[in-house]
């Protein structure tokens, strides 16, 4: 089944004690990318890759890392997290155009509800 | 700057009426890509239509059609024949290049 995984659905940690969210995606996807959703706020776009090796920030990337080492997997790193870090991610995954012209729609994971307290 | 504009926080329409969620966005480019996403309780989020920009025709899905007005920079959600099944959170949502722009969201109740 064409999905995108993403663990844990549930976290709850201190600030401070780094963390990371792990998304995986089975559909060979170029493009992949982390939101984070807040209430009055919609989703907000964190981080974003268009391929292997290649990211580029969104627009809220302060205090969040990410890596894409390999095809199918795009974790979210928080090194030191905050209390303002407290939300709902999600990754999302989509074909691409080599050129960026054209996108299929996003498939989003489950989603993963951070509190840091 | 890219924004999305949603200015209905919540609505709510009776099973089987017709219902228009507005949405309008700001952008200088003239290639994008326009979306409407669903999220139910569960959280999923769920495509429910698509629209090219350079397409004059509205898309349509089943009960779902948009009115797509580009010089406006307008995008409304129109729902037919409304399902409890409907109730939800509804993102608009555009794409240019890499990046996509979402709303804030409207909360949506259908009432039996």
């Known amino acids: 089944e064409a999905q995108v995984t993403q663990n844990p659905r549930y976290l709850i940690t201190v600030t401070g004690k780094k963390l990371t969210v792990t998304c995986s995606q089975n559909?060979?996807?170029?493009?992949m990318s982390w939101y984070r959703q807040d209430p009055g706020l919609g989703l907000r776009q964190i981080y974003y890759?268009?391929?292997?090796?290649?990211?580029d920030k969104g627009d809220v990337p302060e205090g969040y890392k990410v890596s894409r080492k390999e095809k199918r997997n795009f974790p979210l790193i928080l090194e030191s997290p905050s209390p303002n870090q407290t939300s709902l991610y999600f990754c999302?995954?989509?074909?691409?155009?080599?050129?960026?012209?054209?996108?299929?729609?996003?498939?989003f994971g489950s989603g993963t509800q951070l509190s840091v307290l | 700057a890219q924004t999305v504009t949603q200015s209905q926080p919540e609505m709510s329409v009776q099973e089987a009426e017709t219902v228009t969620l507005s949405c309008t966005y700001d952008?200088?480019?003239?290639?994008?890509?326009l979306f409407w996403y669903k999220q139910p309780p569960s959280r999923q989020m769920i495509l429910v239509i698509r629209?090219?920009?350079?397409?004059?025709q509205n898309a349509t899905e089943n009960r779902f059609s948009v009115n797509f007005q580009k010089a406006a920079k307008s995008f409304s959600l129109k729902i037919s024949d409304s399902q409890l099944g409907d109730t939800a959170m509804y993102f608009c949502?555009?794409?240019?290049?890499?990046?996509?722009?979402f709303g804030t969201g409207t909360s949506l109740t259908v009432i039996p």
């Open positions: 999302a995954s989509s074909l691409s155009d080599p050129r960026g012209i054209r996108h299929e729609k996003l498939f």
């Open positions: 559909m060979n996807h170029e493009y």
């Open positions: 890759s268009m391929n292997v090796e290649v990211t």
């Open positions: 952008t200088s480019e003239n290639n994008y890509y």
């Open positions: 629209q090219e920009a350079y397409k004059q």
């Open positions: 949502a555009f794409m240019i290049i890499d990046q996509f722009y």
